[in-house]
């Protein structure tokens, strides 16, 4: 491998150390950024050739720095992980640019493998079970507020709901299928 430069963009510290760790065994520099400015600093200054990106960073939206990213490096090799899957996002970040979109946790082996998907896999298995009804919520909830670019407010609107409780059931981890 060429370049084997990777960033890391989490806010959770503890995570990206033992993920910094496990790439660098396999001979991947690794540069680390746990806010979307220091990883747009990072990529700006270095040949960068894959990207690791959380979807939530502290209150921002892992989405933002994907784009912002492929922006400074059109060729860069992106994986969005996270732990609060929806469709509305997996679809955003491939949209944007991403390359692949994993959930937590990953391993190293999977994040990798996720680098190289050029085309989708037609042998996926599918659900035997269709979708729970608060699943199915949580996945509408998180559509119109991608919809609405993140605002919560707006977002609210649209649903007629009131803001707070929007907030409330956003806060809650995606109920299993």
Not at 53 to 72: P, T
Request: a negative charge; proline letters at 2%; one cysteine or more.
């Amino acid at each position: 491998m060429d370049n084997n430069n990777i960033l890391l963009l989490d806010d959770d510290e503890s995570f990206c150390e033992i993920l910094s760790r496990a790439f660098q065994r396999l001979n991947y520099n690794v540069f680390v950024a746990h806010t979307i400015q220091s990883a747009v600093d990072i990529t700006q200054a270095n040949d960068i050739a894959f990207a690791v990106v959380d979807l939530r960073i502290a209150q921002e939206s892992g989405l933002e720095a994907v784009s912002k990213i492929i922006a400074i490096n059109p060729g860069i090799k992106i994986v969005v992980l996270t732990g609060y899957a929806s469709i509305a996002t997996a679809v955003e970040a491939i949209k944007l640019g991403a390359k692949h979109y994993l959930t937590k946790p990953a391993d190293v082996n999977d994040i990798i493998e996720g680098f190289g998907k050029e085309a989708g896999n037609e042998n996926i298995d599918l659900a035997e079970n269709p979708m729970s009804v608060k699943r199915l919520e949580w996945e509408h909830l998180q559509k119109v507020l991608q919809e609405h670019d993140g605002n919560i407010s707006a977002a609210a609107r649209a649903l007629d709901m009131h803001r707070r409780t929007l907030q409330r059931k956003l806060q809650k981890k995606p109920v299993k299928h």
